[in-house]
């Protein structure tokens, strides 16, 4: 089977959708099947085939797409900039995965709604097409309305983000989401057909992260000092200042911990300087970008993810594979992953007190500490296989082709796994 997995965002540098487009195309190869990949480049100034390097500059698209799409042609395009953003940016990512060519491939497998609503205008007669989506778009961009993306008329980006994700979470033969919370938002909201939809969680691959906990790094763990680690990007929506304004309280109580913050994002400068002003900079450190997270998560003792809101983070994954219990805002898709005092801590989201009262619970219960971490880990290795997950993902490709051919019967009803 040829294979396409495709992501609207910037590819390498796209998160958590990354590593599951790598690690799904690994385990597909490893049964048979070619695999490409598609996305915008990092820098979002062109459109390739990853692993081919065949790719189409931006620049080469925008002078007939200004043509085009004018302003006195058509005005609400231009009204919103979030939306004449994104409105040009869909269309250079349409002409380019046209021209690159979409005719070869068995599925084409996107990994949001923008890519899914775009792949779907221009798609040839062949492929089927399916969609996994990692998260709501559209409650994110409400968010960001009311602070980065703020202007006069936001009433016209939400109506436009709210359309796209009714667009792209229906114009696949299924789409694929990790939970039940987002199900619930695509069916109530959105109006998506329950039928439509195909529910379970991603997959990890294990073993290799495991080897990678033995890796050596020049980071060393204090020795008279318990470490708390957050990873993942440095953006508003992942909560990391609340993190840092409980890390202010919890040293008014004790200072026997560091805290470890692994990534980067456009708020690191803000909260460094939030960190300097709490007079924490000896207890915060920064490490950015980092390629040995599985090391430092074995070197911890406590993982936090305080985010405002969330589907399935592979930093919850990757935390209960490596045995820690994770504190973690209870948003989203994360109360479906952690139970609360059996694998992990959940906090209400932006509950500053309650975070730094559950991290001063696990620094002083070395017990409770470790059994939330062991529980977390037999769970994890249970639960994340990714030969279940890969197998669950080639049924539904298998559903989707019987489903266009018309062969109903062949087509599953279940699902939820």
């Not at 820098?43 to 189409?56: L, M």
């Not at 797409?65 to 058509?74: F, I």
């Not at 990512?93 to 949001?112: F, M, N, R």
Request: hydrophobic share 40%; aromatic share 10%.
């Amino acid at each position: 089977m040829k294979i396409l997995l495709a992501t609207y965002w910037a590819v390498p540098h796209v998160g958590g959708v990354w590593p599951y487009m790598v690690q799904l195309r690994e385990r597909l190869e490893s049964l048979g099947h070619q695999v490409d990949l598609l996305g915008y480049g990092h820098d979002s100034t062109y459109v390739y085939i990853v692993n081919e390097d065949r790719r189409i500059e931006k620049d080469q698209l925008l002078p007939l797409l200004n043509a085009k799409l004018n302003e006195q042609a058509y005005p609400y395009i231009h009204a919103n900039p979030l939306v004449k953003y994104t409105e040009f940016q869909r269309y250079v990512y349409e002409l380019s995965a046209a021209y690159l060519g979409l005719d070869k491939y068995d599925v084409i497998h996107t990994q949001d709604v923008l890519s899914t609503a775009s792949i779907h205008r221009i798609k040839p007669e062949g492929p089927v097409l399916v969609a996994t989506l990692h998260g709501c778009i559209a409650h994110e961009i409400r968010h960001q309305l009311t602070t980065i993306h703020k202007s006069a008329n936001s009433y016209m980006a939400r109506a436009y983000f709210d359309e796209l994700e009714h667009l792209g979470a229906t114009s696949a033969e299924f789409t694929i989401v990790a939970n039940k919370w987002l199900r619930n938002i695509l069916v109530n909201e959105f109006h998506v057909p329950t039928k439509q939809i195909k529910v379970f969680q991603y997959g990890y691959d294990i073993e290799a992260f495991i080897e990678r906990m033995k890796e050596k790094s020049p980071i060393q763990r204090p020795v008279d000092k318990k470490v708390i680690i957050y990873t993942g990007r440095l953006v508003e929506l992942k909560g990391v200042h609340h993190l840092i304004t409980a890390l202010g309280s919890l040293k008014e109580i004790r200072d026997d911990w560091v805290c470890w913050i692994v990534g980067e994002g456009d708020k690191q400068d803000e909260l460094q300087n939030q960190s300097k002003a709490l007079g924490l900079e000896d207890d915060i450190l920064f490490f950015g970008k980092r390629a040995d997270i599985p090391y430092l998560l074995s070197n911890s003792d406590i993982a936090v993810l305080p985010s405002m809101i969330e589907n399935q983070p592979f930093s919850i994954v990757e935390a209960q594979i490596a045995g820690k219990p994770v504190i973690a805002s209870d948003v989203g898709g994360i109360p479906e992953i952690i139970e609360h005092k059996v694998t992990g801590l959940l906090f209400p989201v932006g509950d500053t007190q309650m975070l730094c009262k559950y991290l001063d619970q696990l620094l002083s219960k070395d017990k409770f500490r470790k059994t939330l971490g062991s529980n977390a880990k037999k769970w994890g290795l249970t639960h994340w296989s990714p030969d279940k997950a890969v197998e669950r993902v080639l049924n539904v490709y298998q559903s989707a082709i019987s489903k266009k051919r018309g062969d109903e019967g062949n087509v599953p009803t279940d699902n939820v796994h």
